[in-house]
């Protein structure tokens, strides 16, 4: 593929804290191609449930507010801000509340429907670069690239305790570690679009890398 060229796509899959948005917002401003984090997207769906109180309700329910629900991104100084129904909800889709329910709002069939033929609609006419759990599996199975990031449930737990000190809440590592071991379990094992490594995919174990190290590895994979 030239890398100049519209309708391509890079899929960056793996589980929670594997680093893949890290490295999909830097492969994507070094290619200077658009950048999406599906994970906000489910993420921001999450929020609205939990902020609508529908958790509990049918997927009927959920599937008839899925049409008010926006979800936009908007580039800024400190990188993608994701913009739920107009509002700025960057910050408040990484807490340990939505984290702890967006792997069953996810499960749920319509939800992924819905969000998977926006991540298309997304990528019309566009080189993206696109981070997830079934982009290479689901979204974009003929993708270009396909990376399949991973690393130790330890290492994960504390990037992911870093990222929550930023937001200044507090948990524990081990308390981290069952989480992101929990969300694991659920993820793989749904019935729609489970987390799963393409048969094509490449894979890439983060636990012992530095971000550099891992961009100098995909960047071997693209074409010169």
């Known amino acids: 593929m030239k890398l100049e060229n519209k309708n391509h796509q890079i899929a960056i899959d793996g589980p929670a804290g594997s680093g893949k948005s890290t490295i999909a917002k830097l492969l994507a401003r070094k290619l200077k191609c658009l950048y999406i984090d599906s994970g906000a997207m489910y993420r921001a769906v999450t929020l609205y449930i939990i902020e609508n109180d529908l958790l509990n309700k049918s997927e009927n329910t959920i599937t008839r507010h899925l049409k008010k629900i926006k979800i936009t991104f908007r580039e800024n100084k400190k990188g993608q801000a994701v913009i739920l129904n107009n509002k700025d909800v960057s910050k408040k889709i990484r807490s340990l509340v939505v984290s702890k329910e967006v792997s069953k709002v996810s499960s749920k069939k ?18 993206i670069v696109m981070d997830g759990r079934d982009i290479g599996t ?5 993708a270009d690239l396909k990376i399949y990031l991973t690393a130790s449930p330890y290492i994960r ?46 894979v890439i174990d983060t636990t012992n890398l530095t971000i550099s190290n891992v961009l100098k590895l995909i960047n071997s994979f693209l074409p010169a």
């Open 157 to 202: 737990a504390i990037r992911r305790k870093k990222d929550l000190e930023n937001l200044s809440e507090r948990i524990s590592t081990n308390a981290l570690i069952k989480q992101i071991q929990r969300r694991d379990d659920l993820d793989s094992s749904r019935m729609i679009s489970p987390l799963s490594k393409a048969q094509d995919a490449i």
């Open 110 to 127: 319509n939800v992924r429907k819905e969000l998977v033929k926006r991540q298309r609609e997304i990528a019309k006419n566009q080189f």
């Open 138 to 142: 689901t979204v974009f199975p003929e």
